[in-house]
Each structure stands twice: as structure tokens, then as C-alpha cells.
């Protein structure tokens, strides 16, 4: 699977040390993007020199990032022990009732004093630890075994991905919504892209049979002409609706719309996702903190997922090195919520508004095709809204409510 990375997360990877080992396998920045619809109403079309920037974000291959994040690891001089087993269970004691233990006691003994969590693994190893982050993804075990509740909904959608290849190269991310759902086509290097496509599940399941011709056909259809027109300049485009947010048109405004470059061949098997939205009611307790997908599984129309688990692994990560700075127990619940108050108001807006994305193109309706094709119309000649979404998507701003 490739992942869409924004800017911010690629120059924390970066600080940490581990783009490096990303930059030795195939990585593709792109620096323009062109969002449209079915519709034909609208579109909008983004270059990373709107926000005098040189990229939008670049798309890695999930095993390359998680490669180069351990090949980081284990060139560190931290003291690591890495345990290639699953996680069986997890027990976690109440603090006893003296106040002051002695840190020299035995590992069994401050897990008695509730000092300590301790984990069995699949393999039959068994290891105390004084805070146990669970980044064990949607299904998290650590989360089950914790007992945090989730909130959330299954979408009556999945996901097909895929690579593919064109006979030319591509520098764009392009993303297309159709009545079925969104289909991304993301560059990955050289004529090659990566194809994300929600539909039912029902599609799903012939889209992955049918052959590769006649899906290369249907791409190429959805991607073109296929369920509705190319947008004109915009049905919008000549009025006056937008004139008086006095930001100015925005530098690109005469972007011209694009048809993406035709895919010709399929380059890996195509592989479906189901696809949920779930929300841990709580990020941390006693000994526990949860991130990235274990604590917050959303829809990958915006291609956020990655992006908003590396936002809680570098805030747990700070609120760690605060708590150890002074002498404080990182695995206690008054310094962990720190970082709960810091990441859940972020995650829970960004959640609503990739699910209201979801639905508001999961229904066809006059007006709200208007609405959304004003939407558009604002996002592509509004230069100061135009720079804004540009910034939340790299991630260097937050949603407003929370900036
Ligand atoms: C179709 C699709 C496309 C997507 N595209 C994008 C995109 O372009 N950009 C983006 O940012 N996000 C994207 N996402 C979302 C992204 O994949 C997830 O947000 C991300 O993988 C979550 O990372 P994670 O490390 O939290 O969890 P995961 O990637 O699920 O990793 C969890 C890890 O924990 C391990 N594990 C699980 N249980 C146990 C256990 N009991 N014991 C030990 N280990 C365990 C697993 O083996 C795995 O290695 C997409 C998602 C889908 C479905």
C-alpha cells in the first residue's frame, strides 16, 4: 500500500533521522493536485506555488516507511529490544497504597505496586513496562485489552488499491468523486501510480474479477468522461459571487482543468479494504496511550490516516521527554492526558469533516451538486482560502477551530 504523506510528516521523519532510508527506495513528490466531480459543475486545482511552496506531499510505500523508521531505530544507541511476537494479554495494577516506592525493587514486585504493566506474548515472552503504547492499528489488541470504548460506524464502502502505469510520467495527485465514491490516482515515480477507489462493496468485488483490460477500461472511463462531464471553467466562473472576499483571485485561477494521463497497464494485484470510522472515547489511561489507527480509523478519502498518527506520535513523544525531564511517572494518567487534550479535539475535527466529505458525495441532489460545485469554485480562485487549504493539508495548520 502506498501512503500520501503531507509536508509537515515528511520534515518530522526527516528530523527524527529516517527519511533518509525512505530517500533509497521509490518516493514521488508531487506539487500540483485537481480535485472534480462527476457532475461536471466544477473543480479545483491546487499547485504547491499558491502557497510558496516547492511540493503538496509525497507518496511512499507503507513497508518503506515502516522499514525506514526501524532502520532508524536500529542504528540509535537507545537500549532496544525488539519482540517479533503479538500481544496475547496485558495486566495492569492499581498504585499501592504507599506512596513512595523503591524503583530498585524487583520488576515483579513494582508491577505489585501497580508500577509497571505487564504483557505476555504470543511467543510465550512475558515483559514489564512502565507505559504501553498501543499503535497496534483499527483491530488494536492493546485497546481491547485496556478496555477503552470506541465510537464509530462501518461505511457501506470499500476500497480498491492498486498500481498502475502510464506511458507517461505523472507529477499530480488526482482525485475524481464519483456517485460511488472517490477515486485518488497518485503519483509514485516514474510512469507509475497508485489507484485508491471507494465504491460498494457489491463493485468491489467485480472490479477485483473483472479483467485487467477491462479494468484499466473503467478506469480510464472514471477518470475521463465516464459517469458525467469535464467541468467547464466553472458554471460559476463568470459571476461575481466570489469578487467580494477582497483576497484576490488566486495566482493559478487560469489552471485549466485536466484529463489525468490514461493508465495502460496493471502493475500489482488490486487489493479491497472495507472502510470504517472509529473513535477510542479515551486515548490514554493508567500505564496506556493509544495512536494513530488503535485510537482513530478514518475514511481515507483525504489520505489522512498516516498523517494524523504521526501528529500523536510526535505530541506523546514530547509529553514523554516533558514528564522525564522532570523525574514525573510516564506512565501516569495526569501527564499522559496531556497529550489527549492536545490530539483529540485535532483527530475529532478532522474525523468530521472527512465524514461530512463522505457523505456529502455520497448523495446526488440539485442543490447540493451547487453547493459543492461553489465549494470548489471557492476552493480553486479564493487565493487566501485556496492557501489555507493547502496548509491544513500539509499539516502545518489545524483545522480552525482548534488553531
Ligand atoms: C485503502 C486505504 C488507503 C489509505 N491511504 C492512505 C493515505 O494515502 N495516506 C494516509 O495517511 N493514510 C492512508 N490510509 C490510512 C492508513 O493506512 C492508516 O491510517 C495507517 O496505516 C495507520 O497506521 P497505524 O500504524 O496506526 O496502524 P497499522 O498500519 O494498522 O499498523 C498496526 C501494526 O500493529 C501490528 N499489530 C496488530 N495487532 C497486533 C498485536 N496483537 N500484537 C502485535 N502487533 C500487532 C500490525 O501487524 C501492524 O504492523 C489508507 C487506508 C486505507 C484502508
Avoid at 156 to 185: K, M, Y
Amino acid at each position: 500500500m502506498f501512503i500520501l504523506l503531507s509536508v509537515t510528516v515528511v520534515a518530522y521523519i526527516a528530523d527524527i533521522g529516517a527519511w533518509q532510508f525512505v530517500e533509497q527506495h521509490r518516493h514521488a513528490y508531487f506539487d500540483k493536485m485537481q480535485v472534480w466531480d462527476y457532475t461536471g459543475l466544477s473543480y479545483a486545482k491546487y499547485n504547491a506555488r499558491d502557497a510558496d511552496k516547492e511540493v503538496l506531499g509525497c507518496v511512499v510505500e507503507n513497508k518503506v516507511l515502516l522499514s525506514s523508521l526501524l532502520s532508524r531505530v536500529q542504528e540509535t544507541d537507545l537500549l532496544k529490544k525488539i519482540y517479533p511476537s503479538r500481544l496475547n494479554s496485558m495486566s495492569i495494577l492499581p498504585n499501592s497504597s504507599s506512596s513512595e516506592v523503591d524503583s530498585t525493587l524487583s520488576m515483579t514486585a513494582l508491577f505489585t505496586h501497580g508500577r509497571l504493566a505487564k504483557l505476555e506474548l504470543e511467543d510465550g515472552n512475558g515483559l514489564y513496562a512502565k507505559l504501553v503504547v498501543g499503535a497496534d492499528g483499527g483491530k488494536s489488541r492493546v485497546r481491547e485489552l485496556a478496555g477503552f470504548r470506541t465510537t464509530g460506524w462501518n461505511y457501506s464502502q470499500n476500497a480498491i488499491i492498486c498500481t498502475v502505469e502510464h506511458d507517461v510520467e505523472n507529477h499530480c495527485a488526482w482525485q475524481r468523486f464519483l456517485p460511488s465514491g472517490p477515486l485518488a490516482l497518485l503519483p509514485i515515480g516514474d510512469k507509475f501510480s497508485n489507484i485508491v477507489w471507494t465504491m460498494s462493496p457489491k463493485e468491489s468485488s467485480e472490479f477485483k474479477s473483472i479483467t485487467e483490460d477491462n479494468f484499466l477500461k473503467a478506469v480510464n472511463r472514471a477518470l475521463d468522461y465516464g459517469y458525467g462531464p469535464h467541468p467547464t471553467p466553472s458554471i460559476l466562473g463568470s459571476s461575481d459571487l466570489f469578487s467580494w472576499l477582497k483576497g484576490g483571485i488566486s495566482k493559478s485561477a487560469n489552471d485549466c482543468f485536466e484529463i489525468p494521463p490514461k493508465v495502460i497497464k496493471l502493475a500489482s494485484e488490486r487489493m479491497a479494504f472495507p472502510l470504517s470510522l472509529r473513535h477510542a472515547n479515551d486515548y490514554v489511561s493508567k500505564r496506556v496511550a493509544l495512536i494513530g489507527d488503535a485510537a482513530h480509523t478514518v475514511h481515507p478519502l483525504a489520505g489522512q490516516g498516516v498523517n494524523l498518527g504521526f501528529g500523536d506520535a510526535s505530541t506523546l513523544s514530547s509529553v514523554i521527554s516533558e514528564g522525564i525531564a522532570v523525574g514525573a511517572d510516564i506512565g501516569e494518567v495526569s501527564l499522559l492526558k496531556k497529550y489527549e487534550a492536545d490530539r483529540k479535539p485535532a483527530n475529532v475535527m478532522m474525523m468530521a469533516v472527512l465524514d461530512g466529505f463522505q457523505k456529502a458525495y455520497s448523495v446526488d441532489f440539485g442543490p447540493l451538486n451547487i453547493l459543492r460545485a461553489a465549494a470548489f469554485h471557492g476552493a480553486h480562485h479564493i487565493s487566501p482560502l485556496k492557501k489555507s487549504i493547502i496548509s491544513y493539508a500539509s499539516g502545518e495548520m489545524r483545522l480552525p477551530l482548534f488553531a
